[in-house]
């Protein structure tokens, strides 16, 4: 089988797949340990018995469901090439509006707290963009914590610091300059839950009460008294809950709340900004 073979051997197995030719491609270039661009050049360069059966191998348990990221162990993001697992949300390409929106706002030696932090995606990029910050990344989960870590060590990222716990509970009043978070925002019933690659990802990271809206309420309110005065608040959200997420950051005195869409023109992220005095000042 030479390359040209094994991706029409991919994009057959793959048919009822989203993408069966990007999904066949990503498994390539990770049994080869190449780019893309070597198949358009070398479309005739035979596999080896071990590469073939390994692609057989991936294709089979990505046409069982399993996601590509964690077939091959990472995920691009932002400018970082991530370690991924079982343990961790895959980083989405939406979530990179996150990360654009917070460093607008993010000014020299900033404090800024990722909640949910997962594989580091979110705070890791915003620690490498700007050196001069310190990034606390938090995870209720040790494992996924790891991951973070893994990848912290592998971009030789200093200023990330990592602790285990939920949310912000550890954290003292008045001392963050800037909370991201990626929270789980899925009601618990909904049938996606049961679809796709979110089968094979931590229901912890995705599900979130009846209305998913139970760890972003506990985030918005734990962020007030966190953040120091004009601090900044953003939480990335689903497609159909910014109203009700404005409402909530409103409700708890934020100001200059705004919304904002994805790459599919969807809301996406809510961010807002705690005054800087308050009506007890």
């Not at 618990?188 to 995705?206: C, K, T, W, Y």
């Amino acid at each position: 089988m030479n390359i040209a073979e094994a991706l029409k051997y991919g994009d057959a197995t793959l048919n009822h797949s989203e993408s069966p030719d990007i999904d066949s491609k990503v498994l390539l270039c990770h049994v080869l340990a190449c780019e893309s661009s070597y198949f358009h050049t070398w479309p005739d360069k035979e596999l080896s018995a071990k590469q073939e059966t390994n692609f057989k191998e991936l294709i089979l348990q990505r046409q069982q469901g399993k996601p590509v990221a964690h077939l091959t162990g990472q995920r691009g993001f932002w400018s970082l090439d991530l370690k991924v697992t079982a343990d961790t949300l895959i980083p989405r390409p939406d979530t990179e509006l996150l990360v654009s929106l917070a460093l607008e706002k993010i000014t020299v030696k900033m404090k800024i707290a990722d909640l949910g932090t997962g594989s580091g995606a979110i705070g890791l990029s915003l620690a490498q963009e700007d050196p001069s910050v310190t990034v606390f990344a938090s995870d209720a989960s040790w494992a996924a914590l790891e991951v973070a870590k893994y990848n912290a060590v592998k971009y030789q990222l200093k200023n990330v610091q990592f602790w285990n716990g939920l949310w912000l509970d550890a954290i003292i009043d008045n001392c963050l300059d800037m909370v991201v978070s990626n929270p789980p925002y899925i009601e618990a019933n909904d049938a996606h839950l049961s679809q796709g690659d979110v089968r094979f990802e931590p229901m912890s990271a995705l599900a979130s009460g009846v209305d998913g809206l139970d760890d972003i309420r506990q985030i918005i309110v734990q962020a007030k008294r966190c953040l120091k005065p004009s601090g900044w608040l953003f939480i990335e959200h689903g497609y159909h809950q910014a109203q009700q997420i404005m409402a909530l950051f409103t409700d708890a005195g934020f100001r200059q709340i705004s919304s904002h869409q994805d790459y599919g023109d969807n809301d996406r992220v809510v961010m807002g900004q705690l005054p800087l005095y308050t009506h007890n000042q």
